[in-house]
């Protein structure tokens, strides 16, 4: 079953885009081109418009930060763009909190995507569930594009998965208290 899952192109029912979760005033993408931000990429609206892109400034690397507005369970990640200048391997961090090119590899990512033609087109990547529980914000390190040239361009970012439901209300002050 878990094989089929993982070619699925469909997102199952119950995951839903987490785009109403984001908290905006919060993220942050490094290395980005100023004419070209992040919102293009991952607001709605704007990444349904091919026009529009994030594009990365000095080299070909991002560096994106999601903090979300309460705990998440990440289920699959969409990134899409062109086939030259799209992005080919994403490493993904949960809760890690300012992250820089210079420490980036200081730390294990949770997971590491090569992203595929098909995915650069809009297949989902369905991520390693387990290690995506209890995620209260995702760094996404854009470490190389598909041909080696010194700008990625990514037209949309989408992040499947669901809401971390508690029913305890005494559990979760204690988990925000630490």
């Known amino acids: 079953m878990a094989s089929e899952s993982a070619t699925s192109t469909a997102i199952p029912r119950n ?3 987490l785009l109403d979760f984001i908290d905006w005033t919060g993220v942050e993408c490094l ?15 704007y990444r349904e418009d091919e026009g529009l892109i994030l594009e990365s400034d000095a080299d070909e ?10 705990m998440v369970k990440l289920h699959s990640i969409v990134v899409k763009g062109s086939q030259e200048e799209g992005p080919q391997t994403i490493k993904l961090y949960t809760n890690r909190e300012h992250m820089g090119f210079s420490n980036v590899t ?10 595929s033609s098909d995915n650069l087109q809009g297949k989902p990547v369905v991520l390693k569930y387990v290690k995506f529980q209890n995620v ?5 390190f854009i ?15 989408v992040l499947h998965g669901t809401t971390v439901e508690t029913t305890d209300m005494k559990g979760l002050k204690k988990i925000e208290d630490h």
């Open 15 to 17: 995951q839903v885009d």
């Open 31 to 45: 290395n980005q081109n100023t004419a070209h931000p992040f919102q293009n990429a991952i607001k709605q609206g």
């Open 61 to 70: 690397q991002l560096l994106i930060y999601i903090p979300f507005t309460q």
């Open 106 to 115: 200081d730390f294990p990512p949770s997971d590491t995507i090569t992203l």
């Open 136 to 140: 209260r914000s995702l760094t996404i």
């Open 143 to 157: 470490e190389d594009n598909q041909s080696g040239s010194d700008i990625t361009k990514v037209q949309k970012i």
